[in-house]
């Protein structure tokens, strides 16, 4: 299963998300984050995603480790399987800025348009914003646009 990260940046009751411009959710909004590139270890692939993505400059020791969320595309597109390691940043350096991939824009909390992200983030990303530590599964159909079945467990 390919070993993803994902980061979104959080100020006071706001929270960062990125329009995905290209590429695997085209469309939706998210956090900023990627593949995970032999030999990085996660933290390293989530600073590297977002000063590339977005422009931002984070220290590992700045990062909070909220979830892994595994998700299972059962009716085709098994390379799509992936194990997402979340991770949430009260503290960084730079603006963020819009690059070829992503187009950032602050939220409030209450106002998280999950209509336009992924099914399965309604379901998980207010558990995290909420201070919680979660593990769950999300098994897609579709092309990502049916949530056959789920599970989440908080730690």
Known sequence: MTQ??????????????????RGFGTGKWNGVGGKVIAPETLEEAIIRETEEEIGVSIDSSDLQKVAVLSFHFIDEHADWNQQCHVYLSKVWKNEPQESEEMKPEWYAFADVPYDDMWIDDKLWLPLVIAGKKIEADFYFKEEGKVLDRYGIKEL
């Open 4 to 21: 993803t990260t994902l980061c979104f940046l959080i100020d006071d009751q706001k929270i960062l998300l990125a329009m995905k411009k």
